[in-house]
């Protein structure tokens, strides 16, 4: 990975060891290395059936400034003109990248006639990784990807675990100047923290209903930083409705 300057090596237990006792020897043999199971990350919510463009009230007439990227799965092939990275070999191709994205253009032409300068869509989603999940060496590809690109602010709408290698990916994308927003997930409100929401350095944002209520399922805790319309919300729906 360019960004950190290491490698990432995925890992079988060897036969007739648990995962737990395979775990123990990679520690011991590689005490400084951030080793952890590879968890899986599942999206923070349903995606449409299918996706149409964003719908734009106002003219675009600006760019933003640096570069936007969006960690995510996605169905389509290049979302608002923008293309779509495959970083693993079986995309499940599930649209929940789709509408963020959809969502992310429409809101900024609506509200501030602007387009980003550029969007890096990375899709991370695999079919072996439980259908429309990823797993961390996905994650942190992605992140290397992102911070040798220099992009200034990623989105992801992504939970699980906490690792470590993930941890450290996020520690060195931040340190680069990365701001990361994340979804706190739905677990509801005695799940305890997801990351990379939970993270120290990422902005967590929890889910509100339309009249501003939090979210039955949303997570909730000093890890959540802000909170955004997620309920009966889409890439169609007109900025403020």
Known sequence: LESIGSVVARLRRPEGVSSSQALDMLRTREPASPSGYNYIYRATGKPPVATDPPQLARTTTAKTDGTIGVIDGFAADTVGGWPVERL???PARV????????????????AYRARPDKLILL???SESAGGGAADVSA?????DRLVTAHVGLVNLSLAGPDQPALRRAIAQSTRSGMIIVA????????AP???????DGVVGVAAVDTVGKPYMYSGRGPHVDIAAL????????KSGE
């Open 88 to 90: 693993i070999d079986k």
């Open 95 to 110: 649209a929940h990248g789709d509408a963020v994205t959809g969502i992310l253009l429409r809101d900024l032409a609506n």
């Open 123 to 125: 899709d991370v989603m």
């Open 139 to 143: 994650l942190v590809v992605a992140f």
């Open 183 to 190: 979804a706190v997930g739905n677990g509801g409100p005695a």
């Open 193 to 199: 923290p997801a990351f990379p929401a939970a993270y």
């Open 230 to 237: 997620g309920v009966e919300v889409s890439a169609t729906t």
